[in-house]
């Protein structure tokens, strides 16, 4: 049994994660925590655990979190750095949800999130946890950089076809919509029902933080020497909660018609069981995969054209960030992969 | 391991019993059946069960019915009677998910769906399948006539009250909302989401046909030699897809103050898996019960004046539906009643 | 042309004054207020009033305002309170879309706000502004006290009844729902798309501050000596954007059939112009007077028993607040009381 | 006052018509057909339209129409076909909302529709109705071709770039998504709000009708010996009601700065009336622009790379039908292009 705890537990995808790990056989979940609400039950704050999770919100205990096998954060960017540290000397095993680690450019990072990292020798230890491209890393890793919600839905698209140079990485467009679960519980007027019910836009199109991220995991999908990847990314704020769906488009450098890159994508996914290639000519829907850690993906050459397009949808909160971390968690501590992540989507 | 076997399962309520049923570890479901989409694979119709159902539909076979241990029916009104029989006559046992055979009374039945019963004997042979009623009849019953979803949120609402006689049966008020999915899958204009996102209506107010079945249960909760239930129902189209609120009003007719009605009903419901009494001052949300078993209640007594309120919530498609037969056939079966409806909701 | 100001226009019904405004010919707005944003250009919150609006916040200015004609307050409650004696003095006529004006009975409003009145004395001088009854007065008032959203729906829904004494003041009950826009434009956790879609909750249902609104309409309207109007009230948070529908639930204490309710309805209200009785039958559609200052009601009595159901909808920032407030000035200032009012809703 | 009918009313760019007509001072609306529905009044299937639109669906009278000024048909594809060569034969103008004129190439429009053209000579005299573009021939034209939705959204934003010849007319990206509306008023289960609600998807990846629609203008666009443009172009339906957005990737050809691009759409749309462009860093919302007339356009250049980013909204029923339509006719009668047409969008 794994004693676990959750750093910053008040957010979305800590409730994802006790909503996760309150039906995993193999996880005991020894402590929360959060500062603000340290006294508060759990079930008081996310209603749905009622009689699930028994938990209060406490203040973080180092002590405390040193004596479990595994800590989460789901944290803002900028609080693991400071914790993590400690932890990790201890030989606590960490998964960060948060960007902290998830660069391994700390320039990169800085520049990005506009303050010094705070750990930056950690970055290079740390694992990326993307299952499909580094699964044996992550078995072995102290340290796992959970990769961000839209990251995932585009690299799990554009994976293949980097690996296999058929697409020339020098012009990928990625347009991309995400549920409002994705900017989190926070109280702000841009993120109000009344501002965003019947409603659509772009967000972050000048340059969006997951941008580095992305290009980082492209950069080492394709093959030695191929050129760098660069991405045009424009994120989009949907009228709903959860789900992410990513139109990825890229220029063909072969010929390659609709059944190669369907056998192209069946074959490179054969085995990952949170990876569904679509029937050739299907369009995937985000809701197929709500509240589980399954991606699904379409891919097509519309009119016999040289651009290849991909369609990739996961649950932001689920497949984008906290189920993600449980698949980690599992290959860590080698349980089944699929281990509490087997229930199928709510549909309708 | 039971063996089952689902009519008519091309709706929501067909599609949520095999959401549920795929991770059910007593059941195996031999087969599901529908006319019209003989010869489709289930997760063609349902992506979410990609993975996780590999039925197809098939035309109904009595034979193959028959043998099985239990049918399910998440069938429209009127085609259970014509195939219930038989398989009655075989020892098969049913649970019927359809309002076939709610009502005790044949010619109520006969009046409010416009035809006649094609079974009538059967009537008074069906258990009406809301557990925390009818446990003990459930167990030993051959066929289950599943509650309508309205009803159920409404008589677990007013049941512990008027088993007390601290209301007038006389003076009931249900004001209630359900999601769009209450209405079935089928292709209607006054069903399309650009008709009823952003907007709200009654519908059905003069008289809706779950009326009955909500007076039977409340007539049957009163005690002995209390007036009749007479409830004025009305219903109404929530902009969203799953979920059920009932507001229920009563005159009382004893001085009672929010502390002994919060009693009455913790009490009444203390060991009642599916049923969450929530503290005093709480409004239930329906997303806190979405895709799970669970009918959360609050009760109050507003500005200390003679109406009580009564604020109840479930998942149509859920405790409203699929999953209360699931409990149906636990209870039926031995098994334990919790089994396979242990997830807590999605939230957010 | 009349000069008008807005104090507060940041908010939704601030918003949505402007956006009537802009299209009213006999109105030209001198200044819009707002401490936080003084300096911002109105478009550039509002970007649908880019083209129609030049205006740019500022912060308000006693004696501008004192210039105006007309000043609209859309503040929070307790702000008008503080401004309005000293507008009043100077002869501006004043509309307040806030409660500040709306009790007259000052206690019961420092008990429902929890703060001290500020001016108590003009209460007595403000007028309710619910054209539907006190027209006459509102012609000739220096001060409007507009009338909340629920309170608006409920008391049109049945001061027909109450006037007419054909059901019991003192059982009555209000089941209504309003959409999102109605908890106003501030950054609220429990107000976020997030927390809201697919969700439907009661809220306030012990009590809520239009409670004492609502008692004080229907108490005017009911024969003289008929015993004081009792409402229960429990107002629901619906997942949508704007309207209000309200179910209103009376006890008959005449014999009266469906068709003379619809006779008596059509009567009280066939010359007002934003009251608009829906044929036998109907149920209104909170999107049919989406943006509009329509009134849509059906009143019907179900099962032929003794409960009177009425159903009322509005949309909670016009009919509710900012139209309505127009309908007030149009009626102060003897324009046509339809002027810049007239579009119908937007459908689909 | 010009004497109007419309064909095929009970869609919903045909209540669009009637919503922005019934208060549009330069029409009188003679008739509104619909075969399915004669007899019926407007306002009983749209409740929005009662005591603005006293109309009575009626059979189509080809000699009523023929003594119209002016005929719109809100009819599906193929419907105008039948109908509109008599009409012009007899002199009527015709404002056609279907895609029966929009193509130039009737090899083309009988290969994207599935059917043979029935009235391919009167292709070559219809006006493609963008007034944008086209205003001097639509003044003048007898039978206009009223664009599509996508088509609509998708020239505007890219036209200013074809025409300075700054980006590569043969690798386009445009990645668009459309309110539930646009897929009209049809009893479809793909339509229902249970299946839409909560869930983004695309649909027609491989091929959508306004694929060669889009590329016949922007080649119309495109400066004489230009490479032909070619469009990849993925729709996505969105779970709400009204409005479509593009985000459109072009990759530039000269080095262009965000400043120089933001020039050259404020000059190229500078006497617009419908055509709004957004200052530099915004994004644009589909609700600022619901029910309106009204294009709101983002030009960006991310990251300072080769490709330019450009975001487009406008409301689907309106200009992207049938506001659009009511614009051709105000240019065709001479009177003022605003007119009917200047009413700001609802917000919030």
Redesign the interface.
């Known amino acids: 049994m794994i004693k676990a705890a959750i750093v910053g537990g008040t957010g ?1 995808t800590g ?1 994802e994660l006790l ?1 996760l790990l ?2 995993h056989p193999g996880v005991e979940l020894a402590a929360i925590t959060s500062r603000s609400l340290a006294g508060t039950p759990v079930a008081e704050l ?8 028994d938990l209060i919100f406490s203040d973080p205990d180092p002590a405390a979190l040193a004596a479990c096998d595994l800590v989460f954060f789901a944290t803002p960017h900028g609080v693991a750095q400071a914790l993590v540290p400690t932890l990790i000397s201890r030989g606590v095993r960490v998964i960060d949800l948060s960007a902290d680690f998830r660069l391994r450019d700390v320039g990169a990072w800085e520049h990005w999130y506009g303050q010094p990292h705070a750990a930056p020798k950690l970055t290079a230890q740390a694992v990326y946890g993307l299952p499909e491209v580094n699964r044996a890393e992550i078995a072995r890793a102290q340290l796992i950089a959970c990769p961000g919600c839209y990251p995932t839905a585009i690299q799990l698209g554009w994976i293949p076809l980097l690996e296999a140079a058929l697409v020339d990485p020098r ?1 990928l ?1 990625a ?1 991309a ?1 995400s ?3 994705g ?1 989190g ?5 841009d ?13 972050g ?3 969006h933080r997951h ?1 580095p991220e992305i290009e980082q995991g492209l950069n080492r999908a394709r093959p030695r020497g191929a050129e760098s990847a ?1 991405v ?3 994120p ?1 704020l ?6 992410i ?1 990513a ?1 990825l ?1 890229a ?1 063909a450098v072969k010929e390659t018609g609709g059944e190669q890159l369907q056998q192209l994508f069946e074959r490179r996914y054969r085995d990952e069981p949170f990876v ?1 290639v ?1 029937p050739m ?12 850690n ?1 991606c ?1 993906i ?1 891919v ?1 050459r ?2 016999q ?1 040289d ?1 290849v ?1 991909v ?1 990739s ?1 996961i649950d932001n ?1 689920a497949k984008g960030a906290s189920a993600q971390a449980i698949q980690n968690m599992n290959i860590m501590f080698d349980l089944d992969e699929t281990q509490g992540l ?7």
């Open positions: 979305y409730a909503r309150s039906r996310f209603p749905n655990l009622r009689g699930h999770c012009q467009v347009s919509a549920g409002a679960s900017a519980r926070q109280g702000r007027v993120l109000l029902l009344a501002e965003n019910s019947d409603n659509f836009r772009a967000y199109a000048a340059g941008l660069r045009t990314f424009v989009h949907l009228p709903m909660v959860r789900g769906h139109t488009f220029t569904d679509m000519g299907s369009h995937p829907q985000t809701r197929s995969v709500r509240g589980t399954m699904r379409s097509l519309p009119q054209r651009t397009v369609l949808v909160l087997e229930s199928p989507a709510l549909l309708p």
